[in-house]
């Protein structure tokens, strides 16, 4: 009888000891990590984001860095849906992601928490955006859930100074005039003309000097990949005239990542 | 606390087999009717009503029966049971009923007071309703107030079980069952995520525990079949 009675006492303790609680700290699962990948290697892809507005004007980041290979943010706990606006190169992008959020009663210490799955991508205006996990994190850090490709540039070439330049402006005719900075230096990224074969650029430098340069390159159109649609395929890059000491060809293709197509002598 | 448990349920289950040594050696007839039932033991979890008294946040009862079939017993539990949690950030109240049903295989074969030891495997079933007012305050998304309710969700889960049922006073039992729940299944659950399933437990983790001891009242059928023979060593 008192073995027997031993029996209950022990099992009665063990029924307690299961009690346990969970913890309190980041319940909600609500950040989303978003990956910049090039679309032509699937590697990553530098951005400078000047800003991310989310859900309207409502709620604003501004990344502490001033370029990212990925980015966390936070979803709407309160509702299905939160848009982000990405203010990245001066030109924004729209990024709209569905999905699923329920509260749970965790615990009389903890209280509720959010959980959120089921995340999609149900618009975006970026080149392309895949979902490569369907639950968002419950805290900062690496993990990606979203990542956002960008087409290769392909009608974009990289000029190189053999010594460091300061460049005040560059014009085309056929693009929007680069300001530069007052920080001197030695590669710069220009665009050509896609509707011709021949680009002229013309260089402002800070001391006021002006330089022409004039290139021409044999053109088509390909669909390198899907997403991005008929791209223009530049090669046979030649350097027509300039106003420099020397300026020579090093790549008559372009390549993005960009390696340097033209090298200068001031 | 789990390896305190599991340590302890090994300790007993050793003990609940250190059986005295049954020295009957008289040949007797054991295979006829022996897999008609002999009796119904109706029992309650004593758990269950301890809570309800001592605790604001659970209210609930269970009854369990069990018929047997020699070695076998045919198990059932009903049971009710509610939750009412009131914080300062969320209020949780749940209400419903649940039911199980399985089999306990008994390893006490020889035991002269019909004793068991037992495993066994239980398939669950609940129905309930369930309130949840939250008050959030989100450090980017500001302050929220919300109310949910999923009415009538279902639920079901599997459990392996096992204890022990002990006869104290003529017709009197006592047992304890400690439950292993897994495998739980919802529905219903539209607007929240449910915190707490009756019969089941919490459900945010993969698998429950659960525990019930249990006093029962054992109503004869017919008597017994006589022991079988102890193997001659």
Redesign the interface.
Known sequence: MV??SL??L??????V??L?Q?DCFSL?NNIVGISFKRLSNNRADTIGITRIIADGAG?EFVPNDAVQTSVNL?L???TNSTTFVVEAGGQMYDLKLDYTS????????C??K??ITGLRAASQTFDSVRVASSTPKSQDGPGTNIEVFRCPNTSRIKIRFISQVTISKIETGYSDPITGSATPVSTILVPLNTTESQSSVKFTFADGTTKDLVLNYDREFDTLFGACGEQVIISELTVTSHTFTAATVRRKAIQDPNQTNIEITF | MRSLFSIAFLLSAFATFAQPKDTLTVSVDTVKNRFLPTGIRIGTDVIALIKTQRQDDFKGWEINADVDFNRYYLAVDYGSWGRNFLTDSATYQNDGRYWRVGVDVNFLLKDVERNMFFLGLRYGRARYNEQMTVISDDDVWGANTDSYENAAATARWLELTTGIKVKIYKFIWLGYTARFKFGLKGKGQNEMLSHDVPGYGRTDKETAWGFNYQIFFRIPFRPAPPLPPAKKK
């Open positions: 073995k027997r029996w209950f022990v099992f009665s303790l063990m029924a000891s299961c346990d969970p909600n709620v936070p709407n706990l309160y329920k509260a749970q009663f965790v615990s009389e210490d209280g509720a959010y959980v």
